[in-house]
């Protein structure tokens, strides 16, 4: 990573975790906290980058950081999404979930076994596919298909920026997901009428 679309791509991804954080203040309870989790993760990524764009020993760092956060933060935007459209996951989910993903990422950065990584990752991409499906939620999908596209990104050559924009669009379609307020009620006569809800 040494050139302007570099740094670019890295600004891009520390600008959207400085949004999400802000959406995360109005999200529902339920996925604040994940929310803004995955935000602070991918914020911590951005700086990686920008890290390994100036000093070349960094980069190592920089991919350990990646491949850690490649697993840890799918797995908190996965628990936001499931609580954006309904309660929040139990703890005996959350704690597991969370730690598999944590120590598969500091395997992964550890050994160089990247494969390693992404299995927590593809495992939270299916529920979010699941969830898309059953609410028929666009941005879900998107957020799931922006993931999988940063994965696949990762495994070429100097795909660490792409990894970073696709991330960056992940995170977003979550935001997008877990602060919507506003749902549509029938009256009636048969209009939609948008209301804000307030949970």
Not at 134 to 155: G, K, P
């Amino acid at each position: 990573m040494n050139s302007a679309p570099d740094i670019a791509f890295a600004c891009v991804l520390g600008l959207a975790a400085l949004l999400a954080v802000i959406v995360s203040r109005r999200a529902r309870a339920a996925a604040r906290d994940y929310l803004a989790f995955a935000a602070a993760l991918y914020g911590a990524l951005a700086i990686g980058d920008l890290l390994a764009i100036t000093t070349v020993t960094s980069a190592f760092f920089a991919d350990a950081v990646t491949l850690t956060i490649g697993a840890l933060a799918p797995c908190a935007l996965a628990l936001a999404l499931a609580g954006a459209f309904g309660r929040a996951p139990p703890g005996w989910i959350v704690a597991p979930a969370m730690l598999i993903s944590a120590a598969a990422g500091i395997m992964a950065a550890a050994t160089g076994m990247t494969f390693v990584a992404f299995a927590p990752l593809f495992a939270c991409l299916c529920a979010m596919l699941a969830l898309a499906a059953r609410h028929a939620s666009l941005y879900a999908l998107l957020t799931a298909l922006a993931l999988l596209a940063a994965a696949a990104s990762f495994m070429t050559e100097d795909g660490r920026t792409a990894f970073a924009l696709f991330s960056a669009a992940g995170l977003m379609g979550a935001a997008r997901v877990s602060a919507a307020r506003v749902e549509e009620k029938r009256r009636p006569g048969g209009r939609g009428l948008a209301v804000a809800q307030r949970r």
